[in-house]
């Protein structure tokens, strides 16, 4: 597969490296400066760039028909404008805030205690994230997507930072040395606590996961998920 890289950065780097090892060709490393793209010697271009950045990068591969997978994090306020250009031009498009395995796991694991508890009010809930300094967004996009399984299965109404009521699930955000990505999900009451954690060890599980979606989307049009890609129901 002849793969284009938006974003050279840590991530684009860690994919290079998987993508050879699975027999993949990387065509072309694309910045914000690159000119005259040429989008004809890609099969597939795979998105890991800088939350201003990554909604231009998705349209132009979409008007020029190259398949795109965005694992970029905070931009998602144009995600309804992608999925909509996706489907105006029977594109592919998969964005994901968390491409790992392990973390897609996490999340159906988090709707289903999210379910268990939605009637036990003496539990109070709360989210977690620790990344990088060098993370540009908070809070994370996986948070994000963890608040949301949250809200959809629970009485709470938003997700806020720093800041809880009865209605606002609260996540805190913490930028710690070179940690690649924690989660925590918590449940307290008076009596005990209930905790699921994920902690990447690495980088790598995200570059496999972008590789296995873009390898997954050829031929295929149409706006997709990681819950497609993994057959997770
Ligand atoms: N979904 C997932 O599984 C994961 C998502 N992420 C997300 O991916 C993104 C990138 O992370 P990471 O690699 O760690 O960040 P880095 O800062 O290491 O890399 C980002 C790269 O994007 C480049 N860039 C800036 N503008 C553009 C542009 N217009 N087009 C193409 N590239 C551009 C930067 O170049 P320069 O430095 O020259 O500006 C930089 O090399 C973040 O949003 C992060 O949250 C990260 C890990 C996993
Ligand atoms: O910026 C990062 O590094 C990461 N970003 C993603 C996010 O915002 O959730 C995924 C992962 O946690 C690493």
Request: hydrophobic share 40%.
């Amino acid at each position: 597969m002849r793969i284009a890289l938006f974003g050279y950065g840590k991530m684009g780097q860690m994919i290079e490296q998987v993508a050879i090892k699975r027999g993949h060709e990387i065509v072309a490393k694309i910045d914000e400066n690159s000119e005259n793209i040429d989008f004809s010697t890609m099969d597939v271009a795979i998105d890991f760039s800088m939350p201003e950045a990554a909604f231009g990068n998705i349209t132009k591969c979409l008007h020029n028909n190259v398949p795109i997978i965005s694992g970029t994090t905070g931009w998602l306020d144009k995600y309804e404008d992608a999925t909509t250009l996706c489907q105006e031009k029977k594109g592919a498009f998969i964005y994901a805030s968390n491409f790992s395995l392990g973390v897609n796991i996490f999340f159906e694991l988090n709707n289903y205690l999210a379910k268990m508890m939605q009637n036990l009010p003496e539990y109070n809930v709360e989210l977690e994230e620790i990344h990088h300094t060098q993370k540009l967004d908070a809070p994370s996009g996986t948070a994000i997507t963890l608040a949301e399984g949250v809200i959809a299965n629970s009485n709470y109404k938003q997700w806020k930072l720093d800041s809880a009521s009865k209605e606002t699930l609260k996540i805190t955000s913490k930028r710690i040395g070179t940690v690649p990505g924690t989660h925590t999900v918590a449940y307290e009451s008076i009596v005990d606590s209930i905790e699921i954690k994920h902690t990447a060890h690495n980088r790598e599980g995200f570059a496999l996961g972008a590789v296995t979606a873009a390898e997954w989307i050829i031929g295929k049009a149409g706006v997709f998920s990681m819950r497609d890609v993994l057959n997770l129901g």
